[in-house]
């Protein structure tokens, strides 16, 4: 709109000296009119001085925006000055322009602080620098897992012991690297990962940090997890006994990768079998040791054999000095004897066992009195301790367990129980050992459905076949 007032401005004082000298012209062949001639000549010399200054204001003006627009000063004014309607569209329209300029420009630096708020507060380390290792940026992040203030250089980060500065330049784009560091005695190691970029003509290195100390000794954990696990797995039995008369299985799912729940079995060298399940308290490493210390006096014990009460005896006088003061173990030790189908039991604080009699058909406990291993003295577990008989006949089944089977709850926090447990072994009593262990345990399992087990499950079965 401005420049087309400006082209019709032009265009009509163009028109009108054009005309003031043909008239002009035709006045100069005609002498009369000389007074008329020196004055159009004057009408025709201010229309020329006229367009000149406007279309040099113009000229000023624009330059003027141009100026502004080059220094980027928005804030220069075009307000009206009253000197024509064409220039006060020209001002009208500079100032809307610059005015759009300094809208864009202040958004876009709401965005770049809003950036740098960002970039500041992000737990990931952020630095950015030039090729000669001058930093642009470092936030609060990276200064942190530097352990530094404010620097001016990468190279500022080398001391005696590490180089990092050095490291972080030899990073290219794409590569990543650990850099490992002490501070205060804490031990971290950084992930740095590089990428570049170009603001105008200068190269830059953008480098993220990150401490994956943990996850590395998380990493080195698992590892070691798994190596006590299989460890302790060796430390199970092998395989089921094979027995004359008797169908024997027991089965081990710790909750973590290690646990502190064991069996065994041990064969004697009358031709009798030890069967021994325990649970030791608490749960993962220091109850896997512990159950491995106990399993090794277990063995050492048996080599005296003698009566499940005096291995017990024994074996709790080894502990007593030895187990830190909040451990202790539970554990059901049975002697079986299948010449005359009894088996010696003693119960040392742990769950009672189950005994299903064919015939008559009836469910009973096997609960002679005991406390735990390494929690009393000699004498204090002695007395304490007793043993009980237990005559078997065909179509019987003995089921020792821990309390990670009765224990297990669902979502409704309802425990499994020992009522539910004795219900199902009678259901099942006809079926063998191994099949009648798993049918527990899916049931268990069923019962808590998404809820992970809480406590090691460890299982005897025992079951009379002649």
Known sequence: MAYNKFRIYVTIQVVLIAVAVFIALYLYFRTEFIATLFLIGAVILFQVINLIRYVEKTNREL????????????????????????????????????????QIRSEKEESLRFLQTVVQHVGTGVISFEPGGD?????????RLLHIGDVKNIKKLNNDEHRTGDILLRLRAGETTLIPSTFNNTRQTLAAYATEYKLGDKKYTLVSLQNIQNELEHERMAKELEIARTIQKSLLPDENPHISGYRISGVCIPAKEVGGDYYDFIHLPDGKL????????GKGIPSAFYMTLTKGMIQSQMLYTGSPKEILIRVNNLLYGTIAEKFFVTMFFAILDPATRTMICTRAGHNCAIHYRQ????????RPDGIGLGLERGDVFENNLQEHTLHLKRGDVVVFYTDGFTEAYN?????????KLMDLIQLNASVDPDELIQKITDDVRSFTGANHRHDDMTMIAVKVTD
Do not use: W
Not at 135 to 143: S, T, V
Not at 359 to 366: G, T, W
């Open 411 to 419: 979502n409704d926090r309802v425990e499994y129980g020992e009522k």
């Open 359 to 366: 015939a008559p058909a009836r469910m009973s406990l096997i």
């Open 135 to 143: 930093i642009a940026l470092m936030n609060a992040a990276a200064k």
């Open 63 to 102: 330059n003027r925006f141009l100026q502004a627009m080059k220094h980027e000063d928005y804030s220069t004014s075009f307000a009206a000055l009253k000197i024509g309607p064409t220039f006060d569209q020209l001002h009208k329209t500079f100032t809307d322009f610059t005015g759009q300029f300094l």
């Open 274 to 281: 030890a069967l021994i399940i325990a649970d030791v308290s």
